[in-house]
């Protein structure tokens, strides 16, 4: 059972534009989500994170809104550029409860098309 | 501190062979984790460590795999008799008490022929 959801398998958007990254989630005592940057060959970076408690957080070009009732967080990137082009991973853990193993989408690849 | 590190980075071996990956962590976090990641997907949590007590397992983590942390710094993940199955990236990751981030290392790519 696929606890975390990421249903776009792929996004292209031209340099300039906003990039919207879905995820969705089933598991209502998942309080912590991530996302994460990965390239090829290399291991997942950390990019932006939100707790439960708030519904919006933002950091330079990256912010990842949380709506908790519908299960579902986004990640605006704007303005795009080349250099995201990626694949990107959601991750949710259940951190007041202590369980604290990252449990990752399957990633959506993004190519930003100059 | 260079962050989390892996080695080797990649590995080539032949079905029924034992492989062992290693882990060197960022020093003052005291917990890591073993995820695996197979093409198409996302990565997958295996095992994870808190000092050097092993607290999880996953499902996944066959009694082919076992991991260690002798003294609570760095892991040794031990894949026995590996099979075409195995082949995946095999990532680590580590984090304090008081961070919900985990940075992760490059990991170690897995090739079983």
């Known amino acids: 059972d696929q606890q975390v959801k990421q249903n776009s398998p792929s996004l292209s958007v031209q340099e300039g534009r906003i990039s919207i990254l879905n995820c969705d989630y089933t598991n209502s005592m998942f309080d912590y989500f991530l996302w994460y940057k990965k390239y090829p060959a290399e291991g997942p970076t950390f990019l932006i994170s939100i707790s439960s408690i708030k519904d919006k957080n933002e950091d330079g070009r990256f912010t990842v809104f949380l709506n908790k009732s519908a299960k579902h967080l986004s990640l605006h990137i704007v303005p795009s550029q080349p250099g995201d082009s990626a694949v990107y991973f959601c991750?949710?853990?259940?951190?007041?409860?202590?369980?604290?193993?990252?449990?990752f989408g399957k990633g959506t690849r993004l190519s930003v098309i100059a | 501190d260079t962050g989390v590190s892996q080695d080797p980075r990649h590995k080539i071996t032949k079905r029924g062979q034992n492989v062992t990956f290693r882990c060197d962590p960022i020093s003052e976090h005291n917990r890591l984790y073993w995820y695996r990641q197979t093409l198409g997907q996302g990565p997958e949590f295996l095992t994870y460590?808190?000092?050097?007590?092993?607290?999880?397992k996953s499902r996944l983590l066959s009694d082919r795999f076992s991991a260690e942390r002798p003294k609570g710094s760095f892991s040794t993940l031990e894949i026995q008799r590996t099979e075409q199955g195995d082949s995946a990236m095999y990532l680590c990751a580590s984090s304090s008490t008081t961070s919900s981030v985990s940075p992760f290392g490059p990991g170690t790519r897995l090739t079983v022929t």
């Open positions: 460590f808190q000092n050097e007590a092993q607290l999880e």
């Open positions: 991750a949710a853990i259940e951190w007041n409860s202590g369980n604290t193993p990252l449990v």
